[in-house]
């Protein structure tokens, strides 16, 4: 069969310092696109449509709402699906807390995988922006969901994870607007951009113990 591509980005971080910088929420989004070559022919054609260079960047926090609104617009037309996880950081416990942050990322992707349908990973490629990680937190990515999906027994598994900046990665771009998009509307309670994707937006809440 053929690769899947498979991209991952969050928003959010693992601080738990509330009130002085950490944020409260880390969200976390897995998209898959089956035909990434017409993704990226709608986001380039996205990008004409609206005057701006073909290197433009679609990063949630620093677009303005006129370019997140036809993004989103644009999206109703796309072939995709996204599995957005949100953690509540306030939620958890002190045992959480006193974790490093590998081991806790590595959890909250398990947590997200497990809800990955199988041919959704099956024989996956995955990109996960190098902006947003290390090399050493692309590893914990890999090896969560390795483990992840042994525990489910799929094979084959996931067939690589790279880390790529996301002004070249249309996935990754994805990826953040989602993520971004449920931190709007989710935590902050502000605009909804999501609005008929229902159907190829899967959101789910962390709680500790979920397997």
Do not use: C
């Not at 679609?58 to 617009?73: D, K, L, N, Q, S």
């Not at 002190?94 to 974790?99: M, N």
Request: no cysteine.
């Amino acid at each position: 069969m053929p690769p899947k591509h498979l991209f991952v980005d969050w928003s959010g971080d693992l601080g738990f310092k509330f009130g002085r910088g950490s944020t409260t929420h880390l969200v976390i989004a897995v998209v898959r696109v089956a035909d990434y070559t017409a993704f990226r022919k709608a986001i380039a054609a996205l990008r004409a449509e609206r005057g701006l260079h073909k290197g433009y960047e679609f990063h949630y926090a620093h677009i303005p709402e006129a370019e997140r609104a036809a993004f989103f617009a644009a999206l109703r037309e796309a072939s995709f699906e996204a599995w957005v996880l949100v953690v509540d950081k306030r939620e958890l416990s002190a045992g959480f807390r006193r974790r490093n942050q590998y081991d806790l990322f590595s959890e909250f992707v398990v947590a997200l995988v497990d809800h990955l349908p199988e041919e959704a990973v099956e024989n996956g490629r995955v990109v996960v922006d190098t902006h947003s990680t290390t090399m050493r937190l692309t590893r914990t990515i890999r090896v969560a969901m390795s483990r992840a999906l042994r525990t489910r027994e799929i094979q084959p598994g996931i067939k690589r994870v790279r880390g790529r900046p996301a002004h070249r990665e249309d996935g990754l771009q994805l990826a953040d607007m989602l993520a971004g998009a449920v931190v709007e509307a989710r935590v902050k309670g502000g605009e909804d951009y999501l609005v008929g994707l229902e159907d190829q937006i899967y959101v789910l809440e962390f709680e500790e113990g979920d397997k």
